[in-house]
């Protein structure tokens, strides 16, 4: 039960370059989320996606982009990445918007 | 939007305390998760309780959505146990908001 994967674990990057954190689930789960984590803001969410080709954005969206050809997977692309989105990415899945959670390993960012 | 605070914000105990780590929610809400970040950074789910008391082993959970707050019970607290403790609400049709956690260290 591989459940929900996150790759790369961690990147390392350089101001202005294009990075994608992959998100794949195997639970067939319709919602998936990606969060930041940072601290002393705790976990925020940055976009959402309630089923294939359906994406909404959520608090901290600016500077993200998100797509959802398949159901299973939900990446996230940094266009042209800063030092302030330097975090640990968390992405989740649930069955619906306040179904329960689950969350991936994490994928930690460096942006120098 | 919905505030959520936890408290206490740090919590030190000795191998085998108790202890009751709380969250207030601002509003009325439609779920509550708890979730366990261990020292390695996963989030772990713990429990999903809009309402009502669960308990799984050593850990159980109480919300009292009317009252707008849930508790999570540790009992005979264990070195595994530390790392930090988030609640997190969803408020009819927003998305999960989460609390800035319990940050709790079990000593041996």
């Known amino acids: 039960d591989a459940g929900i994967t996150q790759s790369p674990r961690y990147k390392i990057t350089e101001t202005g370059r294009q990075v994608t954190l992959m998100c794949h689930q195997t639970?067939?789960?319709?919602?998936m989320f990606w969060y930041r984590q940072d601290l002393g803001h705790g976990l925020r969410l940055i976009y959402y996606s309630a089923a294939a080709d359906i994406t909404d954005k959520g608090e901290v969206p600016d500077g993200y982009v998100v797509s959802r050809s398949k159901t299973e997977n939900f990446p996230l692309t940094l266009e042209s990445a800063t030092r302030s989105q330097t975090s640990v990415y968390f992405c989740?899945?649930?069955?619906?918007?306040?179904?329960?959670?689950?969350f991936g390993e994490g994928s930690r960012l460096t942006v120098l | 939007g919905i505030q959520v605070e936890q408290s206490p914000p740090d919590l030190i105990l000795q191998e085998g305390a108790n202890s009751t780590l709380r969250c207030n929610f601002s509003?009325?809400?439609?779920?509550l998760q708890w979730f366990h970040q261990n020292p390695w950074g996963q989030l772990i789910n713990l429990f999903y309780?809009?309402?009502g008391t669960k308990q799984n082993g050593r850990l159980s959970a109480t919300t009292v959505a009317t009252e707008r707050y849930s508790l999570l019970y540790i009992s005979s607290s264990q070195t595994t146990d530390s790392g930090v403790y988030f609640c997190?609400?969803?408020?009819?049709?927003?998305?999960?908001?989460f609390g800035p956690g319990t940050r709790l260290s079990v000593l041996p």
């Open positions: 989740a899945s649930s069955t619906g918007r306040a179904g329960e959670l689950f």
């Open positions: 309780i809009p309402s």
């Open positions: 997190a609400v969803d408020n009819y049709g927003q998305n999960f908001v």
């Open positions: 509003d009325s809400v439609n779920n």
């Open positions: 639970w067939s789960h319709s919602y």
